[in-house]
């Protein structure tokens, strides 16, 4: 389901991975640099935010890697995501630093990273570079991973949690 008010350009920033293939070796042949990032976005705060304008800073086309709803009950339990995937990707579509979004299935990126190529891989501080997956392969096709610190204060867990308590009260 599409949300209605959400039209235009900023959906067809939604891709597949083959179509954002294509995409990244013409930019890549105009001498593009590529960023990628990935990600749940389960809850938008503004540490989100944050990390997503810094990780658009790194080169010249931002492409978000979003886990899909499966991907996120793997990793987060089976009461996650909050919002489907869909929506989410809707949102985020909307932002104009990021230049195209995928869905993913997998519980990790690897694949995509390996199709793609970027020439930045961009993390949250709550990883180490060495944790990074993907890390070996840019690094050893001459890219870089960054790691972005954490705007302190924001988590969507600790969201979570305090939306739990309001709801206890």
Do not use: Q, W
């Amino acid at each position: 389901m599409s949300i209605p008010f959400f039209k235009g350009t900023s959906l067809m920033k939604i891709k597949s991975l083959l179509e954002l293939k294509r995409i990244v070796d013409k930019l890549k042949k105009k001498g593009k640099k590529v960023v990628f990032t990935n990600g749940c976005f389960d809850i938008l705060h503004p540490g989100h935010i944050y990390y997503l304008k810094e990780a658009k800073k790194r080169g010249d086309i931002f492409i978000l890697g979003l886990n899909s709803d499966s991907s996120v009950r793997k990793l987060k339990g089976s009461g996650r995501p909050l919002i489907p995937e869909r929506e989410r990707a809707e949102i985020l579509s909307n932002f104009e630093f990021i230049d195209y979004i995928f869905i993913f299935h997998e519980e990790t990126p690897e694949r995509a990273i390996r199709e793609i190529s970027p020439d930045i891989l961009v993390k949250g501080g709550d990883y180490r570079k060495k944790e990074v997956v993907g890390r070996k392969f840019v690094e050893e096709k001459g890219g870089k991973v960054i790691i972005i610190p954490f705007l302190k204060g924001y988590s969507t867990t600790k969201l979570i949690e305090k939306i739990k308590k309001i709801g206890k009260n």
